[in-house]
């Protein structure tokens, strides 16, 4: 058990819907990070939030965009939904440069 | 750009048999090396990590890496696998140039399957 919570654990959208899953930081940390799983490969950054600003982001369009509260829980928003972003979501959080802690992954599905 | 191999995708061994997961990584500044597992259904979980120091870090289950900076390799062994062993096991690794320490760059992980 890490205290990253994920919700919803799996999701199913249509092509060209948008998505908001989220994400519950273990206590104390105060960087979030997203990642994408797909299947058969390892997780690729999306992007990382510290102290509710984005400070680092890897190959992924616009359409991917996110938000930190204050309670630095976080949130993964996906617009105009592809079926390859069908993958893995991973939430990490960690305290600075501290070592990251894992989510157990949100499932999407885009059919 | 940065990048991490792993040279197995997969890797089949019988119980009591030995464990060496090859990881190299292209990068040529300072960097954070670690080692993730992926228990089925499961959340990643950390095995170990290299900061600094000593370049044989030992981990949780038995886990060892060994940090060779000469050959940007960080690979990981296990003397004697159990069948709770059988997982996906990713290398991962962060550096000061990879735009900061922001983000973890995976190889594209292993998995290994323990046969009693």
């Known amino acids: 058990e890490t205290g990253v919570t994920q919700s919803p654990t799996h999701l199913i959208k249509t092509r060209g819907q948008q998505v908001t899953l989220r994400c519950s930081s273990q206590s104390g940390h105060n960087t979030v990070s997203w990642y994408q799983q797909a299947l058969g490969q390892g997780p690729q950054f999306i992007f990382q939030?510290?102290?509710?600003?984005?400070?680092g982001r890897g190959n992924f369009p616009p359409r991917f965009s996110g938000l930190q509260f204050p309670n630095y829980s976080s949130e993964l928003n996906v617009n105009a939904l592809e079926l390859d972003d069908s993958a893995l979501y991973l939430c990490?959080?960690?305290?600075?440069?501290?070592?990251?802690?894992f989510g157990q992954g949100t499932r999407l599905t885009v059919v | 750009a940065q990048s991490v191999s792993q040279h197995n995708h997969h890797v089949i061994l019988s119980e009591a048999a030995s464990l060496e997961l090859g990881c190299n990584y292209s990068?040529?500044?300072?960097?954070?090396l670690f080692w993730y597992v992926q228990y089925p259904g499961q959340h990643l979980q950390l095995l170990l990590k290299?900061?600094?120091?000593?370049?044989l870090v030992k981990g949780i289950k038995g886990f060892e890496a060994e940090f060779i900076k000469s050959k940007f390799s960080f690979n990981l062994r296990k003397p004697s696998v159990q069948w709770s062993d059988t997982a996906e096991y990713f290398c991962?690794?962060?550096?000061?140039?990879?735009?900061?320490?922001?983000?973890?760059?995976f190889g594209a992980g292993t998995r290994l399957a323990v046969h009693p």
């Open positions: 990490a959080s960690r305290f600075d440069r501290e070592v990251a802690f």
């Open positions: 290299y900061f600094s120091g000593d370049p």
């Open positions: 990068y040529g500044g300072t960097v954070n």
């Open positions: 991962a690794v962060t550096g000061a140039l990879s735009g900061g320490y922001n983000k973890l760059i």
């Open positions: 939030y510290y102290r509710e600003e984005e400070n």
